[in-house]
C-alpha cells in the first residue's frame, strides 16, 4: 500500500493507483473529458490536472501514479485556473453542447467561452 495525502486527508492506496483513483477513494471528484476506466489514459485533455508538492508542473490525475508521501492538491488557484483555461479554449474551438456535465463545469469554473474568440456552434 501507498500513503499519501490529497486535501489534507490521509489515504492509503494499492501500488500503481493513479491520482484520480486515489482521489476516488476519497470521494473528491476531480474532471475529466478523455478519460475512461476501460483504456489506457490519454493525457489530451488537461482536465484532470492536479497540484503535487515540490513538482515544478500540474500533474495529470489519471495517469500520474501515486508515490508515498506524496501531498496533492487538488483544486488550489492554480489548479483551478488551468482547468478554466482548458475549458474556455475547449469551449472556443469545438462543440461541447453534447458532452455530459461540461455545462456545469462551466458553470463550476466560471468560464467565459467567447474569451478566445466565438463559442463553437452548436450540432444541428
Known amino acids: 500500500m501507498v500513503s499519501l ?5 490521509e489515504v492509503s492506496v494499492p501500488e500503481g493507483t493513479t491520482i484520480l ?7 473528491i ?3 475529466t473529458l478523455c478519460y475512461l476506466e476501460t483504456l489506457r489514459p490519454a493525457n489530451v485533455c488537461r482536465l ?6 515540490g513538482a ?13 508521501g506524496m501531498i496533492v492538491r487538488s483544486s488550489s488557484d492554480r ?6 483555461l482548458v475549458l474556455e479554449l475547449l469551449a472556443s474551438s469545438v462543440d461541447l453542447s453534447t458532452t455530459a456535465g461540461v455545462a456545469d463545469l462551466l458553470a463550476e469554473y466560471e468560464c467565459d467561452p467567447e474569451r478566445f474568440g466565438p463559442q ?3 450540432l444541428p
Open 120 to 122: 463553437a456552434p452548436s
Open 79 to 84: 489548479v483551478r485556473h488551468s482547468r478554466k
Open 5 to 9: 495525502a490529497i486535501d489534507g486527508h
Open 48 to 53: 484532470c490536472v492536479v497540484e503535487v508538492e
Open 29 to 31: 471528484s476531480i474532471p
Open 56 to 68: 515544478r508542473v500540474l500533474a495529470p490525475a489519471c495517469s500520474r501514479a501515486v508515490e508515498p
Open 21 to 27: 483513483g486515489a482521489c476516488a477513494a476519497l470521494d
